[in-house]
């Protein structure tokens, strides 16, 4: 595993095929501040992340106590509104590039999940989280809205009077792990002390399948959020269609006749 020694906020390291990326702030609770914007920034699309060999991108934060616990209300309570407004797009520019990599995002959540911690989580494509997280958007308590793409994905994730109760409420409602779970907002929940076994387990699923495959999935997904059902369908048959022209989709079906693991290359 080789350690990336150049970032201010963050720890990146890779292994092999896995980049795991940790908010190294602990003793802010990892919370967002323009830095680690920028250093996220720079580590997702300024060439530290090896897309030509990396297939999952692990999110998670330092320490036990929170993933992401909000932005640095310290670096935002001068901002003007201009300052704020790009700020507030830093973040959606960030959260939108996460969800458009070609490769699997994974946020890996314990303790703490709240506003921009909670809007991070939720630009990944999994989330994998620990029965004792907790997840929020607490903004109003603060006189502000969330600013990095909260009122928009939360809704998708969870339908509209649970984000409206999470987000009008703000401090009065947040989600356990178990209870983000029910609700659609995490991927998987477990005990806490088999969270990284869980995130292990996910990993060794994800590298077990077709990257190429997964690609198109991941695309087709996201995109379903902005196509009528017959434009979707029309895309997944275009899409299965070109699977049949590449060697990914053969090299899978004929280790699946002859049983054995298939072989797939980047």
Do not use: W
């Amino acid at each position: 595993m080789s350690t990336e020694p150049l970032y201010k906020t963050l720890i990146v390291e890779h292994d092999g095929p896995v980049c795991r990326v940790t908010i190294n702030r602990p003793e802010q609770l990892n919370a967002l501040s323009p830095l680690v914007f920028e250093e996220l920034q720079e580590v997702l699309f300024g060439g530290t992340l090896e897309v030509e060999s990396t297939r999952v991108l692990v999110l998670q934060g330092s320490g036990q106590k929170a993933f992401v616990a909000g932005a640095d209300i310290s670096a935002m309570q001068n901002l003007s509104p201009d300052e704020a407004r790009a700020f507030a797009r830093h973040g959606q520019l960030l959260t939108k590039g996460l969800e458009t990599l070609n490769i699997v995002t994974v946020a890996k959540v314990q303790g703490y999940a709240l506003g921009g911690g909670c809007e991070l989580a939720m630009a990944c494509d999994l989330i994998i989280a620990g029965r004792s997280a907790k997840f929020g958007q607490p903004e109003v308590n603060l006189g502000l809205i969330p600013g990095f793409g909260g009122t928009q994905r939360l809704v998708r994730r969870v339908g509209m009077h649970v984000a409206l109760d999470m987000l009008l409420c703000g401090r009065g409602r947040s989600l356990s792990g178990t209870e983000a779970h029910q609700l659609g907002l995490v991927s998987r929940v477990v005990d806490d002390d088999k969270l990284d076994a869980e995130v292990q387990k996910v990993i060794a699923s994800l590298l077990a399948a077709g990257p190429q495959a997964i690609a198109d999935c991941k695309r087709l997904v996201r995109d379903s959020y902005n196509m009528n059902l017959d434009a979707g369908l029309s895309a997944e048959a275009t899409n299965f269609a070109h699977c049949f022209a590449g060697e990914e989709a053969q090299e899978g079906m004929t280790a699946f006749l002859e049983k054995r693991a298939p072989e797939f290359t980047l």
